[in-house]
């Protein structure tokens, strides 16, 4: 089973592994084939989980371009379409008149008997 990076414990794991290696700077370190093994395996953890980060990132940058994009088409579009007189946006319509009743009675709608 493939563990999912988890991109919230990144920046952790990277300074986890600086203080491991800052107590070496002075003196240097000798690194087993074991070792060598470890490191690689956790430095290709970390680079998943970059590439995990990166491609989210990628994905909100090309998905707002995408909004805006859409969101400038559409205020063009308009403006296009009422400079040219062709929409109104709030059109006004003429409603029938109430037609008069010949038996209507004023303040009533049966005719008087």
Do not use: C, Y
Not at 1 to 26: C, G, W, Y
Not at 59 to 81: F, G, I
């Amino acid at each position: 089973m493939v563990r999912q990076p988890n991109t919230f414990e990144l920046s952790d794991r990277l300074k986890h592994l600086e203080q491991i290696f800052a107590r070496f700077e002075e003196k240097g370190v000798n690194v087993s084939p074991r070792g060598v093994d470890a490191l690689m395996r956790t430095l290709k953890e970390f680079r998943e989980t970059a590439m995990a980060l990166e491609n989210e990132v990628s994905r909100h940058r090309w998905n707002d371009a995408a909004r805006r994009e859409r969101a400038q088409r559409q205020r063009q579009l308009l403006a296009d379409a009422v400079g040219t007189g062709d929409v109104m946006l709030f059109p006004v319509i003429s409603r029938p008149e109430p037609k008069e009743h010949v038996n209507a009675v004023p303040g009533g709608d049966r005719p008087r008997s």
